[in-house]
């Protein structure tokens, strides 16, 4: 069982930055790929960022250029960079982990972390 741990978020003006951190609770061994994704009321949850496990990158359109992710697994801890914010980043952010053992992927999720943009 992994349990993460999502910390960074808050209130943050247009143009500002944020960085978000999301711990594991215990070391991760095999292959697995890290992530972040935000929701908001009324949308699904949407893929924000992703590590993969071989160091590959991915983000959503909406985010390339501004938001950066890192992974440090010594540390057993993800992050996101967030920088030149905007209104429509205002969501709740959720670390995830995708463990890839056995042929079969197993998904944990943090809690969330709210980010609001607002002036």
């Known amino acids: 069982q992994v349990q993460l741990a999502e910390s960074g978020g808050g209130l943050v003006q247009p143009g500002g930055s944020l960085r978000l951190s999301c711990a594991a609770s215990r070391s991760i061994f095999g292959i697995y790929d890290m992530g972040w994704y935000r929701q908001t009321p009324g949308k699904q949850r949407e893929l924000v960022a992703q590590c993969t496990n071989s160091g590959t990158t991915n983000y959503a359109d909406s985010v390339k250029g501004r938001f950066t992710i890192s992974r440090d697994n010594a540390k057993n801890t993800v992050y996101l960079q967030l920088n030149s914010l905007k209104p429509e980043d205002t969501a709740v952010y959720y670390c995830?982990?995708?463990?890839?053992?056995?042929?079969?992927?197993?998904?944990?999720w943090g809690q969330g972390t709210q980010v609001t943009v607002s002036s």
């Open positions: 995830n982990l995708k463990l890839l053992r056995g042929g079969i992927t197993i998904t944990y």
